[in-house]
């Protein structure tokens, strides 16, 4: 008796319907995470031209000195800023916008892996941040999750007092091994619009993950 031979079977293949759900669910999270940073939900300033900036050296190591200091300044109104290749240190300083009634902001700047913030307001210290690409996230002043990881250096809090005179020193350092530095630019955000921002970030995140584990 002749057996006949049993069929090949052939691999499944799943519908394309299938694949596009698949692949849909799977960028997702890249959509939910960082959605109102990428759309900039709260930005307001960019502070550019009205920053003055000087190479940090071991006579510049102390803020108390940077903000003694009267020469060596440049004004990128006058003298755009070069970024030189390499590990670099550079100070900064700039004015806040004078407000009419309190209002909190959050600060940010270009992905430098190490950023100080001095606060100094009517020629007093009053806060110190310390922010950063490579600064880990339980060392940071604040903690904005929902960000880039590596696009993004944190975000620093103050606070905007009506009849005040508030002025930030910055000190930057990065070695531009991952990231290189393209400008020196300061972004304000309302804190708010951020904190509602962030919070919309973890709920999708929350409902893409609740719909994977029913899935699962």
Known sequence: MVTQPEPLSMPYRAPRRV???IALLGISPLVGH???????????????????????TEQMADWQAVLASKDGWMHQGETRFAVPSGAIQYWARFELPAVSTPRQIFMQTSPWERVEFFIV???RLVDRQLTGTLVPADQRTLRISMTPLFNHSGFAAMDLSPGTHTTVFARLTTSQSYRSI????FYLWDARQVLDGERADRIFQGLFLGVMLVLV
């Open 19 to 21: 694949l596009l759900i």
């Open 34 to 56: 960082a959605s109102f940073y990428e759309q900039k939900s709260g930005q307001f300033l960019t502070i550019e031209k009205e920053v003055s900036y000087r190479p940090g």
């Open 121 to 123: 307001r009517d020629g």
């Open 182 to 185: 393209r400008w020196l630019r």
